[in-house]
């Protein structure tokens, strides 16, 4: 996802609206300024066990016109790096669906949602 796609970052509202029939990763719709969108979770749609915490956010984003909101753990940061910066993910932690990039910066590791190529 090219990190200009990514319009804002916004708090989980407590409640969302149900959406029928949708796949199990859509946790449901909300309502942004007067657009709805829907909401992706991402520990679903990649399988993640665990807790959820407090700080969830919504990655509010735009792509070819759609508006969409990925619910992700927390933002503790918005980095801008170079592409030497970026490496590819080894094979045996790639998601079953394509690759992910994770960026060795402080924090070691740090996994990243969108960069720019």
Do not use: Y
Request: net charge positive; glycine share 8%; with cysteine.
């Amino acid at each position: 996802m090219p990190i200009d796609a990514v319009e804002e970052v916004v708090r989980l509202p407590d409640t969302l609206a149900r959406v029928p029939k949708a796949p199990p990763f859509i946790e449901g719709a909300m309502t942004l300024r007067g657009q709805v969108l829907p909401i992706i979770d991402q520990r679903r749609r990649f399988g993640v066990a665990g807790a959820v915490g407090a700080r969830r956010r919504v990655v509010v984003t735009r792509i070819d016109g759609t508006l969409a909101g990925f619910a992700v753990d927390g933002v503790s940061e918005i980095l801008t790096l170079s592409a030497d910066q970026v490496r590819e993910t080894p094979d045996m932690a790639r998601a079953a669906d394509g690759g992910r990039r994770f960026s060795p910066v402080s924090p070691p590791c740090a996994p990243l949602m969108a960069w720019s190529a």
